[in-house]
């Protein structure tokens, strides 16, 4: 791979792994347009470790105080209502995370059948597109997360590998869609994500593990890229949320969607 062939799909990852415009569909106009090869499962791996650290720094106390709730109070500190909900939320989180692993073992050979189609990926960007403007007319939302809730959430993150279908785009409709706060669907989501992208990366590269593959110079280029461009654009993401402007993604989506959907059955 070369140098820029790697900085490229960094700065892709980066900027559109956390943002609900859906970074499969982005890798496969990469490859399209740009004639960039896919990233091998390494490298890809390596990508995904760029972005998961950026959730960290983002996420960092909020991830340590979950952990120390699940232990002895004296860990935690006083409030042990707070503990309460903590321990909840991490409880929400595994819940979320079964139907999660399920479907993506499950459809995973299909997946990968589809990941070059432009078509797929476009229907994908313009499902994405309506789910994200639906959020815009939910009013009445809850900070509490019920069990369903976190099932659901679960559910939409698994059909999320469709390529096309933003999982941060889906995962957070489906969160505000049945009732739950913009921020704590965000958060929710996000957090679920750094568990379940991670072990969705090494399950891949365990599948497909590459004999004699180098990285050197490319990967530190794209691991660093992945992590300052996604911590980034996780910062705008949230503020962007917190403002209550999530559904304006979809006049992005839809443009490209439909572009993608126009090429590949008139020019391919």
Not at 39 to 60: K, S
Not at 93 to 114: E, Q, W
Not at 128 to 144: Q, R
């Amino acid at each position: 791979m070369q140098h820029l062939e790697a900085a490229v799909l960094g700065l892709i990852q980066g900027l559109t792994e956390f943002l609900p415009v859906s970074s499969s569909a982005h890798l496969v106009m990469a490859q399209q347009f740009l004639q960039i090869q896919e990233a091998n499962v390494m490298y890809d791996l390596i990508l995904h470790l760029g972005t998961m650290c950026a959730l960290l720094l983002v996420f960092g106390k909020d991830i340590v105080r979950l952990i120390l709730s699940l232990g002895p109070p004296r860990f935690y500190g006083t409030n042990l209502e707070q503990k309460k909900r903590d321990a909840k939320f991490v409880g929400l989180l595994v819940i979320a995370a079964i139907p999660t692993g399920i479907i993506g073992f499950l459809f995973d050979p299909i997946i990968d059948r589809l990941f070059t189609s432009l078509l797929v990926s476009g229907v994908g960007l313009v499902i994405t597109g309506f789910l994200l403007i639906s959020t815009k007319f939910i009013t009445k939302t809850n900070p509490n997360m019920s069990i369903w809730q976190a099932i659901l959430i679960g559910t939409v993150q698994g059909i999320a590998v469709i390529p096309g279908v933003s999982r941060s785009g889906s995962t957070i409709s489906a969160g505000i869609l049945s009732g739950v706060d913009q921020s704590q669907a965000a958060r929710f989501s996000l957090i679920l994500s750094i568990p379940v992208v991670f072990g969705a990366s090494l399950f891949h590269y365990l599948r497909h593990i590459p004999k004699n593959v180098s990285i050197g110079f490319e990967a530190a280029t794209g691991f660093f890229l992945s992590l300052l461009v996604g911590y980034l654009s996780l910062v705008v993401l949230l503020r962007i949320i917190s403002r209550g402007k999530f559904y304006m993604f979809s006049y992005y989506c839809w443009p490209v969607g439909i572009f993608l959907i126009l090429y590949s059955v008139f020019f391919l």
